[in-house]
């Protein structure tokens, strides 16, 4: 499995954690919940590259296409102590921003496969 390439992506990245649970309702408006599996969190990041270079842009593009969504990857996070394993399912990309520039957001989900 392959690291994601090392290019620096705009500052402020977007993290999001969803909850997966299961919860019962009862008719006196008690409820009962608990983690739904043993990986109940689950972390995405919102991610964007402006003024990328066509070099940049194209490595950047290649590689997450090639992976079609379904295959992980390295990637450490801001503040991250280790990389995890992600994927990214959401991909956009406009050329040209400006003279011979390309942008890219990606939106990246936590993969917790083996």
Known sequence: MDFLPDIPPDFG?????????????????????????????????????????????????????AREGVYAFWWQPPWGSAARRWVCQDLSAQVPTSYRRGSISATFKEDHNP
């Open 13 to 65: 990245p977007q993290r999001a954690t969803a909850f997966n649970f299961d919860e019962v309702q009862f008719g006196d408006g008690y409820a009962q919940r608990r983690p739904a599996g043993i990986n109940g969190v689950r972390s995405s990041w919102t991610i964007n590259w402006t003024l990328l270079e066509q070099h940049e842009f194209d490595e950047l593009h290649d590689f997450l296409s």
